[in-house]
């Protein structure tokens, strides 16, 4: 997994399997609540 931040914005690329990458853009905002819902998931 990889997470940069371009400009305003938070890009993460995602391995799939067989190959290729899932890729989202997120704001900060987002970004803090996809880590709250992780963190609750694996403490």
């Known amino acids: ?3 940069t931040k371009e400009g305003r914005g938070i890009i ?3 391995p799939l ?3 290729g990458r899932l890729v989202v853009e ?3 905002a987002e970004a803090g609540e996809l880590a709250d819902a992780l963190n609750g ?3």
Do not use: A, F, I, N
């Open 1 to 3: 997994m990889e997470v």
């Open 12 to 14: 993460m690329r995602v």
């Open 17 to 19: 399997e067989g190959g």
């Open 26 to 28: 997120l704001t900060p």
């Open 41 to 43: 998931v694996v403490g």
